[in-house]
């Protein structure tokens, strides 16, 4: 199966190269000329067999509008543009209906794995139409994880649903990561437990609240026994600001989740709090997050 | 090794056979005759080679609390007891002291597993001198998982440590599952979001929600989509409460953890809530707690 | 002066009574004849002398919005449009725009006082140009309490700085009742504590939580200790989501709102806690909220 | 009537006053003699008629214990000791037990007015037995405020209710400040909004959320506009722990008060929000409590 590729910066370049390894004939686009393999875009679509096929995975916002835009006018009709980066899920609407004008097919694809997923696979959360998501089930495949399909990937819905399952895991994560950070606190600061890291290791296994966060924890403070090394400062990426948003368009209750994110504005006011220090803690474990050292104090870009 | 064993129910039951089947040579009573091996504590010490060790497995609270006054006054200097109930930590203290006054040694031990952990093994995280635990190693060895001993197994610190870290894992949990639910309501509440249980079970690999909650709760979903055969009614265990009050005590911020605890008590004001179903599926998932079902209204009790 | 006022529902009709009884020159229009002075905005206009004023009190949103566009077809250059309903913010940007290219000048007010407004007077925040607000000042001198100007009366900002300071205010709102709430849940639940009506009125005088919402508590207690006759189920305006929206748009912290905000979506999903049965009952008290008494059940539609 | 007053520094020494000017004949004690009517609590004692009113109003805890234990050696049976300091409820029900062992009666009062009490006048929460608290009535009718008895002070129920009430006051006070603060703080934020100082004093009449607090920040920020000369860090007392303390144990919601504790928790570890800095200039406003300006760093006692 032959895709376009759009985007070949951290994320976009792992992910060609496990498509590649599973058989998938990747041509890449990028600004960047020495990783792109076409000159431009024009190049790309026309080195592609109609019906062609083309993933989108460049920043969210302006950049991927005009990505889409300019493939507006060079795809022709049956073509078929997904969108895998962390565009919002109400651009997704709007790209559709842009393209359907010119007969071109949109679907939008939520992606979780960071710098892990080049090697462990990425987990997919996938909106189109039937169609759609069945003709790109071999690049789904690809890209994901070993084991059962329906694991690590899952056709949520509509046009939007992808990105919305995706920002939803994100308003999650915020939460479990705050959880484990309150105990973190509570913990350091009980006189008759003297062995905090320990504690967060001896969670791996058999315990309720055993996870991929607790084992980066555990791994945090295994480098850095009561995280001394890091500030606690930790910026919120717009995935967490758009799912309480939407939960109090719906009247959805969301005291944790909302919590968590106040809690992230709060630490940019120039607390010092250990709870935070975990959550930075967590984000760096999981990759892709500077984290503001001692003595730095900065931004934190979110990818 | 040889070990007294205090309480053969749901989980001291189970504990004997993993105990058993790993070499230990347990003796255990149980106010149950068909359950127990001897007819009361006294034909248990006499049956246990001294220096003693007597693990204790019984309801917290004045349960406990009556046989550690009878182990008083039939165990012998050098002697050891441990308790592995789910007492608050500061009846920890308290027992140490009694227990001291004879000479008979004291250590507390959180265990986790419920009942997936005869077969899986325990997770365990102990508390007492580093003579105590040593000695009970074999004992600890034989109910956790296989694996590395640290990824299981904890000695977090002194006397109490050990239910003071099985406390803060329970507040932990109370907001994991609550982050869960929140995100589970508004997926639920989406109009574009068609099939949630996919969503849920998608995240099982390569994501970072991933967590045996996460599998618990597609779980849940897998069998009863929608959630319609249960209530969103979520009743709360003393190790939750005592998590906030501790922070309070301390100075702890915990609102995620706080805010977990009070949609529970709110739930029992008569809310039907989806997230509050989840947490309910959630607990009925990990065993050990009844669900209400729907038509049903009754006290939930945690163990 | 002269005022062109549409809108003369409950609002409305009392705000003309208390402009007229203070001189000013009302001209009312409603789609009531009834209630209307002129048969049409035509007429409206006709009757009024160049420079206009004109106050538009409807329902926010469509009704608004369509009233705005008529006034741009029928008022002239130099003519003056306020806006007291409880349009969102974002709607005066778009109102002033529309205007200004013919010329005619918008401005914005949040008016609060409900139903006790006509004989204690209204409390006035506008935004708008000095020279708007300046114009408009007879008119917010008829409607404001007596006393110093400023202590009801404010000149907040640019146009929709007085609707943003009437949202911010409602969000506050939220959060005040649901503290006193709170509190009465907990003396309530109190064993010692035998006349929880008798402490809310004793904090009318000389306490830090005096207010005019502990007032409404206490005569709300005094009618019906126990609030046996209250539903605990509280709607919410749209100014208590805007303003959560907004405080997560700029990342300030809002635990304490939102929270106010989430427990009324979870008195929706069938609750019957002590704390919304209060809530519901001040909102009674501050008028213009239809309460869910016992048996019934509904929409509760906010002003 | 007369009356023992035990302590006279800045509250009892008001009081002291406040009931002269009505006509009670108070004897007072303090350990420093310029202040005292006496050498010691003997000779107090000696000066007082049988049946004896003796009014405690000493720092909670060990000092009011002492005085209790003295009293409770130099009182006869049906004297009366009242504690009129910020006791927690839980002492009040000791004291009564260890005083009634030697015949003699107790009640409990919580008091608020802070530095305006004197001229103002004190609210009043009492708790004990009718016929002590009728007793009590002349000196409760001199300290509190003009108007009607019932909105100053109340009988709350059984010994401890004073204190009691007085604490979820106290705890409601934390949700009301919290709440202020949040709106401030997003006020701040809002390019639009020109005059934040303006809106807080326009709330003064007529508006929902009026109220004493309300002017307290309406104060600050007429003296300071951006709180620039103070530090957002605030302490908490005693009492907005024990209330959340105690919602946990009774199974009481209470998402606000709580979150405002946690606030003020987080504000200590560092922070300097201009929320923390809005609830530490009302704290500073009602008095009694030191505000933290720019570039010191200190503790913070409360009252």
Redesign the interface.
Known sequence: MQLGLIGLGKMGGNMRDRMKAAGIDVIGYDTNPELSDVKDLKELVSKLEPPRNVWVMVPAGKVTQSVIDELGGLLDKGDLVIDGGNSK?TDDAKHEKELAEKGIEFADCGV???V??KE??????A?GSNANIERLMPVFDAL??E?PR????????????GH??KM?????????M???A??Y???E??E????VP??F??????????????ELVAAALDKDPGLTQIE?FVN?SGEG?W?????????????????????R?????????P?MKAVAAMRNE?GGHAVTKKGEKGVVTDH
């Open positions: 899920f979780s794995g960071g892990w997923g462990n696979g990425y987990a997919l959360m909106g994901r994880p084991g329906d694991e690590s990937f899952c056709h949520a819905g509509d046009v939007g649903a919305y399952v939803v895991h994100n308003g999650i994560e915020y939460g479990m705050q959880a484990y309150e105990g606190e509570l913990l600061a009980k008759i437990v003297k062995d320990a504690a290791k001896a969670w791996t296994r058999g315990t309720v609240v055993r996870s991929w966060l607790q606690g919120d600001r799912t309480v948003q939407e939960a109090v368009e719906y009247g959805v209750p969301m005291p944790v989740i909302s919590a968590s994110l106040f809690q504005f709060f630490s940019r006011q120039g607390t010092d709090s709870a999981f």
